[in-house]
């Protein structure tokens, strides 16, 4: 035996004899959560680790969210947090709208069909591992709009995910289903409509999550080059000038913006999908 196992038996042991905790609901624990990484954050401003004392406290930030929640203008002279995320979430919006209603129509028929396998995957596999960042001088030379050269952006970063996760999630599906649709007599497009389309829900649903993650980065990188107003420019603006507490507070709000549209989609999954709660 050695001296690795020897030392995880006699740790079992001991915490077999442990009193076990109780169970606790989740949200207390993330609210412990966030009361540590608010410590955290506190210590590192307090002892000025690395750049941190440059960074405004958790206190002074949350005064200085309630302000421009309250309409103050995001930076000097500029607009309020209103103005700039009403732009942002235009914009995301859109390029996420784009995404979902190209991406799993193709992820579909090229899970389903052999000939749309065999022509168009291989171009799409060859374009996705491109950052989305890497396709913003392209968007700002083929649109002479600034608001399509964006969404295009934020469209390349939603589209493959979802693209991709579609796909694998009709080729996935267990052979059993698609003899059981045959036997009793089903069609191709039964087989599409009953089995596929349902089966891959949960794939979709996967793959638009990611996207929407990738989707609000490319949107901060798209607005910092080409864009006059937005949570990106104006935390971009803020950083520029060194104004590290517009900067935090921008952080946050893209964060709580990004979070926010993916509990939403996955809400919308589950509901989509009742049968995977029976199953589990």
Not at 74 to 86: I, N
Not at 124 to 140: D, G, H, N, Q, T
Not at 241 to 251: C, H, R, S, Y
């Amino acid at each position: 035996m050695s001296i690795s196992d020897s030392v995880g038996e006699k740790w079992l042991g001991v915490s077999q004899q442990l009193p076990s905790l109780p169970a606790l609901p989740r949200p207390v624990y993330k609210g412990v959560s966030i009361l540590l990484f608010l410590g955290a954050w506190w210590l590192f401003v307090a002892i000025e680790f690395l750049g941190f004392r440059l960074i405004p406290t958790p206190i002074e930030t949350i005064r200085a969210l309630v302000e421009s929640i309250q309409g103050a203008p995001l930076t000097s002279g500029g607009q309020s947090l209103y103005t700039h995320s009403y732009y942002t979430i235009m914009r995301v919006g859109l390029g996420i709208g784009l995404g979902i209603c190209t991406a799993i129509p193709l992820g579909l028929l090229i899970g389903w069909s052999d000939l749309f396998d065999r022509y168009l995957l291989p171009a799409f596999e060859v374009l996705r591992p491109i950052p989305p960042v890497a396709w913003v001088p392209i968007a700002l030379i083929g649109f002479t709009s600034e608001l399509m050269s964006i969404v295009w952006v934020v469209f390349v970063g939603v589209f493959f995910p979802i693209l991709i996760n579609t796909i694998d999630g009709v080729k996935d599906i267990e052979t059993d289903y698609v003899r059981a649709i045959y036997s009793l007599g089903g069609s191709r497009i039964d087989l599409f409509r009953h089995v596929i389309v349902p089966s891959a829900i949960s794939s979709m649903v996967t793959g638009t999550v990611i996207g929407i993650g990738i989707g609000w980065i490319a949107v901060v990188a798209a607005e910092m080059i080409s864009g006059n107003y937005g949570v990106g420019y104006a935390t971009y603006q803020a950083y520029r000038v060194m104004d590290t507490q517009t900067v935090v507070i921008g952080i946050i709000i893209l964060g709580a913006y990004g979070a926010l549209s993916s509990a939403f989609v996955s809400l919308l999954g589950r509901r989509l999908t009742p049968w995977e709660r029976l199953e589990s």
